[in-house]
């Protein structure tokens, strides 16, 4: 069975294989995001780094929370560089599932080693 949106998610997995096969581990996030975004660049995929989304409470806008990616302005890409993926890290992929109505969202880590 082929996912709906597997082209794309094979393109955006493509590309963070890319940058961690080059840049390996260790480096900040931002160093990830701006390698990222040439690998999409390069791959043709559509997107926007840093996007901005309302953040709503009982339907009244309270603010607004960044996207590290929103690429075909279906999927929701977030950069983590950490030593240990945790809990918070979930709940935050799913919270923006739940809160912008996305129909992927990828968690994308690169554990730095000690």
């Known amino acids: 069975m082929e996912l709906k949106y ?41 997107f926007v780094r840093e996007f901005e989304m309302p953040v709503y409470y009982k339907d009244e806008q309270i603010g607004t929370r960044r996207v590290d990616f929103l690429v075909a302005d279906i999927i929701s890409v977030e950069l983590k560089a950490i030593l240990k993926l945790e809990d918070v890290h979930f709940a935050q992929a799913i919270n923006y599932l739940e809160a912008y109505n996305l129909r992927s969202d990828y968690l994308l880590i690169s554990a730095v080693k000690v």
Do not use: M
């Open 6 to 46: 597997s082209e794309i998610t094979s393109k955006i997995i493509g590309a963070a294989i890319e940058v961690h096969k080059i840049l390996g581990n260790g480096f900040q996030e931002v160093i990830y995001q701006r390698a990222l975004e040439l690998e999409f660049r390069e791959k043709g995929i559509d």
